[in-house]
């Protein structure tokens, strides 16, 4: 079965502290990615960061980061240098192939980050 | 700028009263996808297509049902609203991996 697992439902953090979103995984497929995306209150979904499975390095873009480990099937969001404005949930999502062959993405239940100042 | 427009953004409706949920996108792409989100869960996809073809998941009730005239298209019908769905409707597109898949702001639905 492919699966994701977010294990915190909440975090507190203090402002311009680095943090770390857990995110677990199981598939059987050898091809698969993982997604990051943020979930302010507003409610839209923005992409944060994107990991392929063949990808030799740790993906980042700005001040996001992630802890690729393929093998304990893991891949932990970091935000460095956290800001107010990075308080929101914050969903681990893989694709994964559908029974009909193509592709769809697969949610964890989140992690819902506090930033305090 | 947006490139999966959604329409309402807050769609009230009455119990048992047909409504019917719009997605947009710019950017050409191929698949299309619908999922709900309820108060703190996780988003679940309904359905998606790709091109024409439409892909209904196994649980998804029969009361959701789908249409996409076009490639730039894709609208989502509940037949008979109950209290049970209300929830936020998200749609969403993907191009390659990396792009990620793109989701518009949603549609929050009530259901009064």
């Known amino acids: 079965a492919q699966k994701i697992t977010q294990t915190q439902p909440g975090m507190f953090v203090q402002e311009k502290e680095a943090v770390t979103l857990d995110c677990t995984y199981d598939t059987s497929d050898p091809s698969y990615g993982l997604f990051w995306y943020k979930q302010p209150s507003s409610g839209e979904m923005i992409f944060l960061i994107y990991q392929g499975s063949y990808d030799q390095q740790n993906a980042t873009e700005g001040r996001y980061s992630l802890n690729f480990q393929k093998a304990r099937k893991s891949a932990n969001l970091v935000i460095s240098a956290s800001q107010l404005g990075d308080s929101a949930m914050y969903f681990c999502a893989m694709r994964v192939i559908s029974n009909f062959g193509n592709e769809k993405l697969t949610f964890g239940t989140g992690t819902r980050l506090t930033i305090i100042p | ?112």
């Not at chain 2, 091109?51 to 989502?76: G, I, M, V, Y």
Request: proline share 5%; with cysteine.
């Open chain 2, 1 to 112: 700028d947006a490139m999966v427009i959604q329409n309402p953004r807050y769609q009230v409706t009455q119990f048992g009263k047909p409504v019917t949920l719009s997605c947009s996108q710019t950017l050409n792409h191929n698949v299309m996808y619908w999922y709900q989100q309820k108060s703190s869960q996780a988003p679940k996809l309904l359905f998606h297509y790709y091109d024409k073809d439409f892909n209904n998941e196994a649980d998804t009730p029969d009361n959701f049902q789908s249409r996409r005239p076009n490639t730039s298209f894709c609208f989502l019908d509940i037949r008979s609203p109950g209290l049970g769905d209300a929830a936020m409707y998200l749609c969403a597109t993907t191009g390659t991996a990396r792009d990620g898949y793109t989701f518009g702001s949603g549609t929050r639905l009530t259901v009064v």
